[in-house]
């Protein structure tokens, strides 16, 4: 059920194809999905991910809202406890600060708060446009927040593949999830299977073995990781490459693994490098793996400033695969 | 703002002409005196006692409006309290030793003592389904209950009451907006009792006429004494009906006044003198007593019968609520996840 | 929602009541035309050229907007824009060359290149305080700078951009009601273009009459032609100078249309069929040509010589942005703090 | 005029007092500074930070808000923008949710994002409720959501002294600063000159010495921390704590200087672990001092749980002075 292999027939989907196919899916299977948000209808989603659904489902099943990120999450968690299984789109992740009061304070705590009574199966879908000049107020990713609302989940998709089997999941959950997208993936195409497949969330994916250096990489830089190992493998740099796919829970036992065997580690994520995912992993590993350690964790992440517009600067800004391969060829 | 404008009395005959009979009268003055009693007893656990603590909002002056909405309700209509929802929670019939167990912070109260005062008005075995500590912020999600309740095609209305203060917030906004698009089958209750915490709701709300807060999202709002629980139980009835036939969203703006502070241990020095003493004959309980004592529907007798069984049963919910025991610290964990 | 009723003519009379002469009628024109040329060369730069990256939102079709309400303006007025902000920029003599520079991300634009489109009308120099890419988030701002301008005495009045789909967010409501209790001197535009990207108003914003969106606060409030530069102006110079005297806040609602995509990369493909025709002849631009024809105000040739500087205007903004460098990356850490 | 000595007076005001001593002074010295909040007027306060301040400085300084954290902090930038310096007050932390994109995405990049152009001198102060038995909505602490936010300045005053020191840079400092503060702290006494003083911003304080052991402590737990520390001594462990007082711009140059001397860190927070600023800190020690350490790092925070209201399970949740006194018996 959660082999990323292929299924004989090699069909290529992008990312965005391969999330609408889980949408469709669900939408399908199941009566009581509805979506939410902000353009998702006549004009298809900002890109594209839901396109032809008003079409299909009705504006019963696919609800355009207004300009009101409170309200599309405050709703989707009102639907939630009324039975429905609503996947609400904050259309750029910037947005979702205007809602997070929605997602943290409430969604998140709700389980825990009734003393188990409720429960609030919804997914948030989102996406970070990194990497597009989209300037300061429509690039951000800060994924580590939600790390500090224990009762949601948190998921990011690396591979159109995991994209549906994920999204599947986040879906079926009965639990408030957040689905983050990444829009540079939009358009990267990968092996998809036509029949429905979930893939587990809470489980880190080792996406490459090595034995020399473990690289723990994050939703767009998996690829460039990926395709960094390569190249340090003509090098004789054998890489380990792990995605955990999710955050929150976050499984660590086959991160945990790789370091016992290769001593280092490097973690790439497009966050900003304060507080942000890689230094919350590698605390983690502080925890549990020290000892391992031959050499101290690279943390590759965005620098600490807003994120500049001009494309050049922005180029700049981002983790690339040359500081991968780069840091990976440090540890060594 | 001042007390409406010359109550001392209560719409019996609204009540009558809408078949509500004696033994029905006589059960909301029923629940009213719980939550009196049960606030009181809360108070006092707090302030003399000490046995409470943390933040709790009393429900007293206040009890006209979640009786009269909640008496007119269908069982299979669904609520959202908030902080100050002791009462709401008391008139949907939440046994009040479950909620008194949440206030001691025990594994039988409502939340098994996790949540605390300000959520024990989450039962969903009545149809209280959450509570926010978050000014307004159930209000988007009462709407998207509406929005559950249209699309699966229930006969389910939703209530959610919120304060004066909650008027100024943007999840009002942008939910009271949603229910006016979508015309979905929500009442907003608000519970005008004229202040936010020590703010009066005049020096902070910019409309001429608080009722135009519901009208601007053409949704049918209508000023109520919230005092009388004949008044607040007919027009419940009402806007019931309408969100039933697939007409939408109401918003009721119930005029009452807090008696106490805002919090359990606010003395309210920021009132004006005399202002409290201007609501006093106007207090729901007071008058629901004058009209069924002038209406011969019962004696002081048997009023003080009533009162001594609920004197006895809040001894009782205290008495249950002492006894239950917390969660054990280990076992936390299991509720962050289903 | 349809175009306002059967305008094709714009109010010059009332201009001239206002004590507009020709000349600044033909001023108006000017910026009008400036405006509409540098955002068709802006598309062209994006769409056939491909030298610009990113999102960018045109002013065309809304020119009358920003020039009525800005031309109406002291100089000491402070302008909150936002990310469709060019033609603010333009209409309030933010020299182009530093808007195209901005555009091309490099160090002589408006923000160096750090703010992109959707920033770029931020230049205090000319009382151009900021531009959010998020929207309505300018208006608390805009509610907080009038607050610094009465506090201090000051004659500035705040004016603030938004749109349609602006009015269903929090911010903005949380905004006006602050600028209504506080009666601040803050001038509310809302431009209604008919869309919030591929969404009509109608469809997401549940009120009778949109202008109620700011009357319920107990502002002021307006609707108008929005392609009237004449009715703009005037409209806002009466609202400019009840500001200034202390009477408070004005909510304008400026009918206009969005001609062109959401953002420049966007074909429209959700518009009815022909609904972009009914608006053409009402163009605001069409219109005021006309009216100064028909006033022999200028002649064609007046025209054509003032198209010709535009186009040379701009011609020369673009190689001045081409020729600008870039900030160095190894800089960008000074701009994090003051 | 930074040094945490006794004045002499030995006078001793609480922090709630010294707060208002700070504000009060600053009110009095500079016309531009005016304060806005809900119920900061006629109530004096949630926690009468503010007592007395409407009756004497008027509704024009002291602006009573309806409850509307977007406009609060909204207003603030507009005020900053306009030429004053705007106080605001969110009067619990976990409303500060409301308010995060106008404090995220708007203040902190300003200046940023106009490339130079703009400035915005506001304070957003806000407190945390843990230990009152505020549940799971009203005790929230999560500073390490503004490491994701360069621009902002954060700061974590833990006495009196530093109170009134900290507040009155925050107030004068050119950008915008989100200042918070305990509410377990506000009736602890200390000493505070009556005389005005500053505090930089951007300063690690070593509030103790020690060879043996380093604790990193933040707010309320840096009194844990002191009296865990004389525990300690009495056993022959000799503690160094360190409190940085501003967490952004954070500075390490005490702390690691500190690891370098004893080779053993604790860090104790009160957020939840993962993702705190514990992990923060202990992952910006990898960078920099991983060489020195002798031990891996201990991170005392809260467990990933939300927060549950029975004062005796807030008691288990909470970082304990017990806690630190083992973790550091734990590294030596
Ligand atoms: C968003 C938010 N802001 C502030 C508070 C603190 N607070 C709790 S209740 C309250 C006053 C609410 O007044 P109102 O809405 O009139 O309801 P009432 O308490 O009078 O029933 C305030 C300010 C909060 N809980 N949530
Ligand atoms: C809070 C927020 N939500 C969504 C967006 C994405 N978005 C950008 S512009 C826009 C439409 C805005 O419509 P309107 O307010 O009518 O202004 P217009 O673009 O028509 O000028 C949307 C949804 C955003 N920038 N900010
Ligand atoms: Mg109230
Ligand atoms: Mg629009």
Known sequence: MSTSSDDGSGRQLTYAEALREALYAELKEDPAVILMGEDIGSYGGAYRVTQGFLEEFGPQRVCDTPISEIAIVGAAIGAALGGLRPVAEIMYMDFLTISVEQLVVEAAKMHFMSGGNLRVPMVVRTQYSLGRAHGAQHSQFFPSWFLQAPGLKVVLPSTPYDAKGLLKSAIKDENPVLFIECNLLYRSKGLVPSEGYALPLGKSQVKRKGNDVTIVAISRLVTEALEAATRLSSEGIDVEVIDPQTIQPLDMVPIIESIEKTGRLVIASDDSKSGGLGAAISSKVMDDGFDYLDAPIINLASPDLPIPFSPMLEKAYMVSQDNIVSAARQLV | ?338
Chains 1, 4 share one sequence.
């Open chain 2, 1 to 338: 703002m001042t007390a409406p404008a010359s109550f001392t009395d209560i719409s019996i005959d609204k009540l009558r002409k809408e078949g509500v009979d004696d033994v029905r009268v006589m059960g909301m003055l029923r629940k009213m005196l719980e939550i009196r009693r049960f606030e009181e007893k809360v108070e006092e656990l707090y302030l003399v006692k000490g046995q409470l603590m943390g933040p709790s909002h009393l429900y007293i002056g206040q009890e006209a409006i979640a009786v009269g909405i909640l008496s007119a309700c269908a069982s299979n209509d669904l609520v959202i309290s908030n902080y100050r929802g002791h009462g709401h929670a008391i008139a949907r019939d939440v046994p009040m030793k479950y909620l008194m167990a949440e206030l001691y912070g025990r594994a039988d109260g409502t939340c098994k003592g996790l949540g605390g005062s300000m959520h024990s008005a989450i039962h969903p075995a009545k149809g209280m389904i959450f509570a926010s500590a978050i000014v307004a912020s159930g209000v988007p999600i009462a709407v998207g209950l509406a929005l559950a309740s249209k699309q699966q095609k229930k006969d389910d209305v939703i209530i959610v009451f919120f304060g004066d203060g909650g008027l100024n917030t943007g999840a009002f906004h942008e939910g009271a907006n949603l229910a006016g698009i979508w015309n979905l089958p929500v009442i907003f209750v608000c519970e005008n009792n004229q202040y936010a915490m020590g703010t009066s709701t005049a020096a902070t709300t910019a409309s001429a006429n608080l009722v135009d807060r519901g009208a601007v999202y053409d949704i049918p709002s209508k000023k109520i004494d919230g005092n009388d629980v004949g008044s607040v139980f007919v027009t419940a009835k009402d806007a019931l009906a309408r969100a039933r036939k697939g007409n939408g969203p109401s918003f009721l703006l119930c005029q009452t006044y807090r008696s106490k502070g805002h919090g359990v241990y606010d003395r309210s020095e920021y009132k004006p003198v005399g202002e409290a003493d201007g609501w006093i004959d106007r207090d729901p309980i007071v008058r629901l007593r004058k009209v069924i004592m002038e209406n011969r529907i019962a004696t002081d007798g048997d009023i003080s019968a009533m009162e001594a069984d609920i004197a006895a049963d809040i001894g009782k919910a205290v008495e249950f609520a002492q006894k239950s025991p917390e969660v054990d610290f280990r076992e936390l964990s299991k509720y962050v996840y289903v």
